[in-house]
């Protein structure tokens, strides 16, 4: 091998050693550009645990919001009532001036609302006047009086369940009303809220007409803590009422709460048979101390008829107004009480055994209005 021969490998291996380099450098330049590449794959992805928790979170807020969402307040309840007088209510409002319209606009609402006929004309008959008068010239200063006037109709009554101590027997509160009214169902809230009183309270079972009222009355009996009284299905309804008393008189319970049935066979008189149940009640060492007339909302000025008759026979000492959470008729309120007479001391706002409230007359204007 001449000395040409051995400079020419030398350059060979020199290309080829310049050529390994350049690719080492170039692969090893293109792997550290890769690097940051996946590092920022990855960091584009580290947002999605994040994103993760805060649907976790989310979805536990919602549970949490599920459970513990407050009870529909009663204003919100009353929503169906409040659609009859709210829409007019805005309407007058929205007008520059007091006039035909306007009246015209409240009297609808007034009796769609179902105040009646009667307490319509007289509410909007004073208002009328002091419109004459220049008293009122606004139509803000005439929903004002309107809804002054319609609160002083309710405030001021008293609404206490009468309940007297030291009488030497049970209290006896009758529930009585039309079929399907809601007598049961508010006996049973009644009972519950009573015991959360602190009082003992025996359930008579005095339908005895419907086969299926019993078992209706022992299931309320056992959710509220009562204890109850049946009688034999198509038993006489006034000795399972007597039975009742004397059962609790014995045993030292403060309170009976009658049922009573909302129809009889065909051939007995219902006014007669309550008339019958109220006189016996009273018979043994308790004393009738309420009858409250359960009304159904829904039924408007057809449960007033209704109404008067059970108020001749067994006299009232106050209404039970229940399902207004369905009715747009809440006005009924104002009819029951101006042509009744009688004071409505509890509305159902639904189904449930919290859903019978003593009747507030502030709020529940106050829900109709705004
Ligand atoms: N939405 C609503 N439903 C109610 C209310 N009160 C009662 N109900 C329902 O009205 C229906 C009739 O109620 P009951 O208590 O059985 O009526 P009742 O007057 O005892 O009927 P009879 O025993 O047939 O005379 C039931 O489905 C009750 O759940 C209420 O305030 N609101
Ligand atoms: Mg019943």
Redesign the pocket.
Known sequence: MNNSSLSMIFLLLAIAGLVFGISVVAVSRRKARAVPKIQRAVTEKTPIAPVLDTAVVDAVVLDAAVQIAPPLSVRDRLAKARSSLSGAVGSVLGRGDINDATWIELEEALLRADVGVRVAQSLLGALQARVKAKEITTPTQLIDALRNNMSSQLIGTSRDLNFEANIGGPNIWL?V????????????KIAAQQIALGRTVLMAAG?T??AA?GE?LSTWAERSGAQIVRGAEGGDPSSVIFDGVQSAHSRNIDLVLA?T???LQSNTNLMEELRKVRRVAEKGAGKVTEVLL?I?ATTGQNGLQQARQFTDATQVTGVVL?????SAKGGIVFAIETELGIPVKL?????TID??VLFNPTEFIDALFE
């Open positions: 529930m009303g039309v079929n399907g009214a809601g007598k049961t169902t508010s006996l049973g339908d007409f419907r009222a209706q049922d049935a909302g129809r359960v159904d229940t399902k207004l959470d369905g509305v159902g706002l639904g189904e859903d019978l």
